[in-house]
C-alpha cells in the first residue's frame, strides 16, 4: 500500500493520500483508514470527481449506513445523503451528529459540493483530548454523570429573529421528538479511550435542575472546545472528511456573509454507547428505527 498519513495538527486530524476514494477498497486499506481514523479523529481526502454513490460506497466500507436524518429530508433520489446547505440555516453550534437517538452514528463523512470565497471553515474538536484535560476532580465528577439529549433544544436565538421560514425548519426538525440518556463519558468501542459525550443536543444532567445542569454542561464543553483540541478545516473543492463520530464535536462557521455553501453528508450506523462502568445508553422518547439500525460494537 502507498496510503499516507500527515498530521494536520498535534492533537487531531491528518490528510490521507496514496488512496483513490473513488473506488472500491481493499480490506487492508479500510483496515489501515480505520486505525488512522482512531488516531487522528478527522481525515481529509482527495474526493476527485466522488459523487453521492461513490460517497456513499466509501462510507459503506464502514458499516451500514443511516438514512439522511430522522426528520429532515434527503438529497432528491438519495434517502441516504444530507444535504447540509447554508440556504436551510447555518449549523453553527458545537455538536455531535444526531445524538438524541439510542445509537448516533459511529462516523460521518462530509463532501464539499459548493464552497464560498472564503470563510465556512468546519471545525472538529477531539473529545478524548478535552477528557484527557480534566483536572483529576472534575474526570472524576464527569465519570459519573449522564446528560438527556434532544432534538427540541435550546438554539438560543431570539424570538424576534424566527421568521416564518426558519419556523417551519424548526418544526420539521422536531417533528418526531427525541430524548435519550448518556453517559457524560463515553467509552470508545475500539479504542478504549473515554471522551466528553456532551455537545449542542445535551441540555440536562440527570439529577440536576435545568440551570445547575447548563452551568455543569458549559463547564465540560468548555474543554472540548480549547484550542489546541480542534481541527479548522477550509474547505477546498473535491474533497472529502471522514470523523469519528462517537469521539468528536463539529462546528460549521457561519462567516461568509451568506455566500452559498453546500456539502453533502453520509452517516454509518453506530453502536449505543456505553459509560466507564458498562451500562448503555437508554431511550426515553422517540423511536428511531426508521431512521439507523444498531451496530453490534466490536
Known amino acids: 500500500m502507498s496510503l499516507e498519513i500527515t498530521k494536520v495538527t498535534a492533537r487531531i486530524g491528518a490528510r490521507v493520500s496514496g488512496v483513490d476514494i473513488t473506488r472500491p477498497l481493499a480490506p487492508e486499506q479500510v483496515a489501515a483508514i480505520r486505525e488512522a481514523l482512531n488516531a487522528h479523529k478527522a481525515l481529509v481526502f482527495d474526493a476527485g470527481d466522488l459523487d453521492d454513490a461513490g460517497q456513499q460506497a466509501f462510507a459503506r466500507h464502514f458499516g451500514d449506513l ?35 437517538v439510542l445509537n448516533p452514528p459511529q462516523a460521518s463523512t462530509l463532501r464539499s459540493i459548493t464552497i464560498p470565497p472564503y470563510g465556512g471553515e468546519t471545525l472538529i474538536a477531539n473529545a478524548a483530548a478535552a477528557y484527557r484535560d480534566l483536572p483529576e476532580p472534575l474526570r472524576r465528577l464527569a465519570d459519573t454523570l449522564w446528560a438527556e439529549h ?50 449542542g443536543f445535551a441540555q440536562r444532567i440527570t439529577g440536576l435542575s435545568v440551570g445547575e445542569s447548563r452551568k455543569v454542561l458549559d463547564l465540560l464543553q468548555s474543554y472540548v472546545t480549547r484550542p489546541e483540541n480542534i481541527l479548522r478545516h477550509r474547505w477546498a ?8 463520530n462517537r469521539i468528536t464535536q463539529h462546528y460549521a462557521i457561519d462567516n461568509y456573509d451568506g455566500r452559498p455553501r453546500r456539502l453533502h453528508r453520509v452517516t454509518v450506523a453506530g453502536d449505543v454507547p456505553v459509560g466507564i462502568e458498562g451500562k448503555e445508553s437508554y431511550s426515553i422518547e422517540g423511536d428511531a428505527s426508521h431512521y439507523t439500525s444498531v451496530l453490534t460494537a466490536a
Not at 430522522?70 to 440556504?87: I, R, Y
Not at 473535491?238 to 470523523?243: A, Q
Open 66 to 100: 443511516t438514512t439522511a436524518h430522522p426528520t429532515v429530508g434527503a438529497v432528491d433520489g438519495s434517502p441516504n445523503v444530507l444535504p447540509v446547505d447554508s440556504e436551510r440555516g447555518p449549523a453553527n453550534h458545537w455538536h455531535t451528529d444526531v445524538t438524541f
Open 150 to 199: 434532544t432534538n427540541d433544544y435550546d438554539y438560543a436565538v431570539p424570538d424576534e429573529e424566527i421568521d416564518e421560514e426558519k419556523a417551519a425548519q424548526r418544526a420539521r426538525f422536531t417533528s418526531i421528538a427525541y430524548r435519550t440518556a448518556h453517559p457524560v463519558v463515553r467509552v470508545h468501542p475500539l479504542t478504549g479511550e473515554r471522551g466528553l459525550f456532551v455537545g
Open 237 to 244: 473543492e473535491h474533497e472529502l472528511v471522514l470523523f469519528d
